[in-house]
Nanobody
C-alpha cells in the first residue's frame, strides 16, 4: 500500500504562484515515476506533469514554461511549483504513483485562481 498526501493548494490571484507538495509513504520502493494530475467538475482528470526515477520530467503543453515538477533527495516527496497562474488552472490537483499494476491517488488539493 502507498499513501499519498497533497498540500499547498489555496486561493491565488492571476499571475501568482503556488507550490504543491505530495508526500508518499508506505511501500514506496519500486515506484518509477510520480505524477500530478488535475480535474475540474467539467473535465476529465488530465495529466499535468511527471517526474521519473532517473530525474527526467515531462509536462503538458498547457503548463510548459510555467510549472516545474521536482522531488526531494529521498524520492518520497514530489513538488509542483506553479507560476504565472491563470484562472483556467483552477482545479483539484492530485498526486499519482503506480506500484506495479496498481495506481494510487492522493485526496487532492484545491487550487483556485481568481481575482
Amino acid at each position: 500500500q502507498v499513501q499519498l498526501r497533497e498540500s499547498g493548494g489555496g486561493l491565488v490571484q492571476p499571475g501568482g504562484s503556488l507550490r504543491l507538495s505530495c508526500v508518499a509513504s508506505g511501500s514506496i520502493s519500486g515506484i518509477n515515476f510520480m505524477r500530478w494530475y488535475r480535474q475540474t467538475p467539467e473535465n476529465d482528470r488530465e495529466l499535468v506533469a511527471s517526474i521519473f526515477k532517473g530525474g527526467d520530467t515531462s509536462y503538458a503543453d498547457f503548463v510548459k514554461g510555467r510549472f516545474t515538477i521536482s522531488r526531494d533527495d529521498a524520492g518520497n516527496t514530489v513538488y509542483l511549483q506553479m507560476n504565472s497562474l491563470k484562472p483556467e488552472d483552477t482545479a483539484v490537483y492530485y498526486c499519482n504513483v503506480w506500484r506495479g499494476p496498481v495506481p494510487y491517488w492522493g485526496q487532492g488539493t484545491q487550487v483556485t485562481v481568481s481575482s
